[in-house]
Structure formats: structure tokens, C-alpha cells
Nanobody
Framework: QVQAMESGGGSVQAGGSLKLSCIITGYIFRSCGMAWYRQTPGKEREIVARISRTGTPGYAASVKGRFTIFKDHGLYTLNLQMDSLKTEDTGTYYC????????????????WGQGTQVSVSS
């Protein structure tokens, strides 16, 4: 059974930093590419950062150079270091499979964790 538990969100001023973490079901963590998604009111959920099963990262243009995605294999944890935060980074952040591997899409299904809220003020 897939489970993901996000944490680390909070309220910061623009220019500040936060580190998000997500504990993921072990077999998914080992086998699948993973991603951090952001959702804001009235907008589709979007990928802001992804990391392949083998550790290759990728970033949305809006966060490149400011966010770093990385995995802690010992703890089955997906992390997102967010620096130089901007007001437009505000939203609810979720972790999930990045959808690139059919097996992972099937296993993950429609599951979403509770997310973690990030609020950046000017």
C-alpha cells in the first residue's frame, strides 16, 4: 500500500529557505522516479522538481537554481531544499511518483498525501 507523508512547510518571508521532506513507502522509493508537486488555488497541480530512480534531478524553469531535490535512501525520504523563496512559491506541496514508469503510475494510482503548506510573504 502506497503511503507518503509530507512535512516541513511553513511561513517565511521572501528570500528565506525551507526544507520539505516526504517519507515514502519503501518499495516505491526504491523503484520509482519521484517528484514534488505544487498546487495553488485555481491552478493545476504542477511538478516543480523530479528525481529519477537513479538520482538524476530535473526542475521547472521557475525554481531552477533555487530548489534542490535529493533522496535519503536510508530513511526512504524525498527532500526538497527551497532557497531564495519567492511569493509565487506559495502553495501546497505534495510528493508522488513522477509518472515516468508505468508500473509506478499503476502502483501509485490516485493517491495523494496530505501535503505541506508553504506561504511566502513579501
Amino acid at each position: 500500500q502506497v503511503q507518503a507523508m509530507e512535512s516541513g512547510g511553513g511561513s517565511v518571508q521572501a528570500g528565506g529557505s525551507l526544507k520539505l521532506s516526504c517519507i515514502i513507502t519503501g518499495y516505491i522509493f526504491r523503484s520509482c522516479g519521484m517528484a514534488w508537486y505544487r498546487q495553488t488555488p485555481g491552478k493545476e497541480r504542477e511538478i516543480v522538481a523530479r528525481i529519477s530512480r537513479t538520482g538524476t534531478p530535473g526542475y521547472a524553469a521557475s525554481v531552477k537554481g533555487r530548489f534542490t531535490i535529493f533522496k535519503d535512501h536510508g530513511l526512504y525520504t524525498l527532500n526538497l531544499q527551497m532557497d531564495s523563496l519567492k511569493t509565487e512559491d506559495t502553495g501546497t506541496y505534495y510528493c508522488a511518483t513522477d509518472g515516468t514508469i508505468p508500473y509506478c503510475r499503476a502502483e501509485w494510482g490516485d493517491y495523494w498525501g496530505q501535503g505541506t503548506q508553504v506561504s511566502v510573504s513579501s
